[in-house]
């Protein structure tokens, strides 16, 4: 055995494995990437120093991601999830882990501290749904591999003109619970469940049309292959959101642009995530 060549192998070694773990513990740290954002949308970590968001921008474990009135942003989460998040809110990303495939170790948890967002679940949840939750002040909502958007209205925002105070949560795809101290609720898709306090038992109410957009099925010409159609009646098929015209303060339902978007593979193209 040649001494000389065991020298230099061996830190060799050494410096490639310590790379490689410190690029792991740097990957480890981050929920997901800007997708697309349009206005001031801003990012806040646990040391309280914030910065402005561009598109490709990292969000971190324990970021607030804040967006400005007339602002919105589409993250892709780590896990093949998408969350988009309406202007005037505040999200912070607690808690998020995943190597890359559902091991048990896997867990999303967002706090929705005010205003909007839709969810897409990714495969943090697919499996162990006590891996994935979503907590507002009134409540703790779980999933069940769904497509879902929850709305927190505060007292003196916006959105208190058009609803009572509490966290609005409907169903597109799939199934929530929405949990309070008073119990649990199931909701189902185009139904809508309502919090109005820690200490209150979750309701299914009537969709509030002020907070939610709900768009009719497609027409069975789109059904037939019409893409335009598809996206024109909300269809369920390779649409995204690209942007968002400028919203009067006074206005509160969303409406966002639908573009067809690729994968960048070839072929195949991202879930919707609209509003």
């Known amino acids: 055995m040649n001494p000389i060549k065991n020298i230099i192998t061996l830190p060799s070694i050494l410096l490639a494995a310590c790379l490689m773990f410190t690029g792991q513990a740097a990957y480890a740290g981050i929920a997901g990437h800007i997708l697309f954002l349009n206005g001031d949308v ?85 499996k162990n749904k006590k891996n ?67 200490d209150q038992m979750p309701q299914l109410q009537p969709i509030n049309l002020n907070i939610f957009t709900v768009v009719p099925p497609p027409s069975p010409q789109a059904k037939a292959g019409n893409k335009e159609a598809d996206v024109r009646a909300g269809a369920v098929g390779d649409i995204a959101v690209q942007g968002q015209d400028a919203m009067p303060e006074n206005k509160v339902p969303i409406d966002l642009k639908l573009v067809p978007i690729t994968n960048g593979t070839g072929g195949g193209t991202q879930p919707p995530v609209v509003f």
């Open 132 to 198: 994935y939750g979503i907590t507002t002040p009134q409540s703790t909502i779980g999933i069940r591999g769904t497509d879902h958007e929850t709305v927190v209205v505060t007292a003196g925002s916006a959105l208190a003109a058009a609803a009572p105070v509490g966290t609005y949560n409907k169903v597109n795809q799939g199934e929530t619970t929405l949990t309070t101290a008073k119990g649990t609720l199931s909701v189902l898709p185009n139904q809508m469940g309502f919090a109005g306090a820690a």
């Open 42 to 126: 801003q990012s806040t970590n646990s040391a309280g120093q914030t910065r402005v968001l561009q598109k490709g921008d990292a969000i971190h474990e324990s970021d607030t991601v804040t967006t400005a009135r007339g602002a919105s942003a589409q993250i892709k989460m780590r896990d093949g999830g998408y969350v988009v998040i309406r202007p005037d809110s505040q999200l912070k990303f607690d808690s998020f882990v995943f190597s890359g495939e559902e091991d048990g170790s896997e867990k999303s948890f967002l706090s929705l501290l005010k205003g909007g967002i839709r969810a897409i679940t990714g495969l943090i949840g697919k």
